[in-house]
């Protein structure tokens, strides 16, 4: 069965701009997640979707940052006015019901320059 | 916030040899989860070890787990050089969220 799919693979924007990044998670995994990686550090936690409620919003920097989730599928994950520090690797998870025992399953992630 | 700490950040050892990392957290879990990085398959989830076990094997892994001293460790006997990736802890720090470590980097020389 397909994985975890996430898109663009790789984004190049200028300063100011805004973009958009998806996530299409497996199929009947009802918890979804956003996290960001910048280059050789952990995971830091975004977002965190049960169906298309998000119970944790805390983890976003800035309100320069929304997500969302429809038809608890497909999640988008939105940055405006994005600034330098915005660059860095955004990955997708899902997992079956999001109880944290449950194995995350990660898409490829998506690699956001801003110039 | 970080809650997992990798230790050491960097490993780099000869093909055939056994690696070992440790993990250190600050407060009580139920779980803890390791995971590896590679530029080839990405992030993938290694090995679940709940609060009360203290071993547990897959494989050619090996994570111990040690509540009262708050760590675990990651053992790969006769490693490969597939086995070169980053290696993260992650920790559940509430019903829903994964806390994850800063990783060790892993070179497998051959």
């Known amino acids: 069965g397909a994985g975890v799919s996430q898109s663009p693979s790789n984004k190049v924007t200028e300063k100011g701009k805004d973009v958009e990044l998806r996530c299409d998670p497996i199929s009947g995994h009802t918890a979804l997640y956003w996290y960001r990686q910048s280059l050789g550090q952990g995971l830091e936690f975004l977002i965190y979707f049960q169906g298309n409620s998000a119970p944790d919003k805390s983890g976003l920097p800035s309100d320069r940052f929304s997500a969302e989730r429809t038809g608890g599928s497909v999640s988008t994950l939105t940055i405006q006015r994005t600034q330098q520090e915005d660059s860095a690797v955004y990955l997708c998870?899902?997992?079956?019901?999001?109880?944290?025992?449950?194995?995350?399953?990660f898409g490829p992630g998506t690699r956001l320059t801003v110039l | 916030s970080q809650q997992g700490e990798e230790d050491p950040q960097a490993l780099s050892i000869q093909e055939g040899e056994n690696a070992t990392m440790n993990c250190s957290y600050k407060t009580s879990i139920n779980n803890l989860q390791w995971y590896r990085q590679n530029s080839g398959r990405g992030l993938v989830h290694l090995i679940l070890?709940?609060?009360n076990e203290r071993e547990k094997h897959s494989g050619r892994l090996r994570v111990t787990l040690d509540t009262s001293k708050k760590s675990s460790s990651l053992l790969i006997t006769a490693s490969r050089a597939a086995d070169t990736a980053s290696y993260f802890c992650a920790t559940d720090e509430s019903n829903y969220q994964l806390i994850w470590g800063a990783g060790t980097k892993l070179i497998i020389k051959p």
């Open positions: 070890i709940r609060s």
């Open positions: 998870a899902s997992s079956f019901n999001g109880l944290p025992y449950n194995e995350q399953f």
